[in-house]
């Protein structure tokens, strides 16, 4: 079977309403493995596999189970592999929150993204703190996760703003990425060169 009928399947899976309301479907699912594959530290793959569905789905076997963890590991690896090019990441969506954000595709992205670091939250946000939450910013707008806080909330009112910083969401994953991953005697991004 082709990756492109997996995925297509995988999509069918995630995006089916018999899984647990706090399952994630594709696209946040796809936010979340790109969140995984740029976290500073390696998530288990049981565990990360387990939050993404919340509890266990209804498989119709073993093979099903089987199938669809296996995509979304290579999908995951894929997503590696695409952050670690020199191109930015594309994104399985538009990068624009619409007319309606709350039910826009690029939310349920981003709201994925949050869940992936959420999962190893203090390791992001260990060394690099303020480069990181700079960096993050655009996703955490986008999710719409936080806009109970003041400083959201004000950014949100900024609508040209707000879409500004949603259309630099694959370069800022790129430079994420980097920023943890680089090897100590690359220059870092930058973006975040301490003048």
Same mark, same amino acid.
Request: aromatic content about 8%.
């Given at each position: 079977?082709?990756?492109?009928?997996?995925?297509?399947?995988?999509?069918?899976?995630?995006?089916?309403?018999?899984?647990?309301?706090?399952?994630?479907?594709?696209?946040?699912?796809?936010?979340?493995?790109?969140?995984?594959?740029?976290?500073?530290?390696?998530?288990?793959?049981?565990?990360?596999?387990?939050?993404? *569905?919340?509890? +266990?789905?209804?498989?119709? #076997?073993?093979? @099903?189970? %089987?199938?669809? !963890?296996?995509? /979304?590991?290579?999908?995951?690896?894929?997503?590696?592999?695409?952050?670690?090019?020199?191109?930015?990441?594309?994104?399985?969506?538009?990068?624009?929150?619409?007319?309606?954000?709350?039910?826009?595709?690029?939310?349920?992205?981003?709201?994925?993204?949050?869940?992936?670091? *959420?999962?190893? +939250?203090?390791?992001?946000? #260990?060394?690099? @703190?303020? %480069?990181?939450? !700079?960096?993050? /910013?655009?996703?955490?707008?986008?999710?719409?996760?936080?806009?109970?806080?003041?400083?959201?909330?004000?950014?949100?009112?900024?609508?040209?703003?707000?879409?500004?910083?949603?259309?630099?969401?694959?370069?800022?994953?790129?430079?994420?990425?980097?920023?943890?991953?680089?090897?100590?005697?690359?220059?870092?991004?930058?973006?975040?060169?301490?003048?």
């Amino acid at each position: 079977m082709s990756f492109a009928a997996k995925l297509e399947r995988l999509q069918q899976f995630l995006d089916a309403d018999d899984l647990h309301d706090e399952a994630l479907d594709y696209l946040a699912g796809h936010g979340y493995l790109t969140a995984l594959c740029i976290s500073p530290v390696e998530v288990p793959e049981d565990e990360w596999v387990a939050e993404l *569905f919340a509890e +266990e789905p209804n498989y119709q #076997d073993e093979q @099903e189970q %089987a199938d669809i !963890e296996e995509t /979304l590991v290579e999908l995951k690896a894929r997503i590696a592999r695409e952050l670690a090019s020199d191109e930015d990441i594309e994104l399985p969506c538009e990068l624009s929150l619409g007319d309606e954000p709350d039910e826009s595709d690029l939310r349920s992205w981003c709201i994925g993204f949050m869940e992936g670091v *959420f999962l190893r +939250e203090e390791d992001w946000f #260990d060394n690099e @703190e303020e %480069a990181v939450s !700079e960096l993050l /910013l655009p996703v955490m707008v986008g999710s719409g996760l936080f806009e109970d806080q003041p400083e959201f909330a004000e950014i949100a009112r900024d609508q040209e703003m707000v879409e500004d910083m949603l259309a630099h969401i694959p370069e800022v994953l790129t430079q994420l990425f980097l920023l943890f991953h680089a090897p100590e005697d690359k220059p870092k991004p930058a973006l975040l060169s301490r003048h």
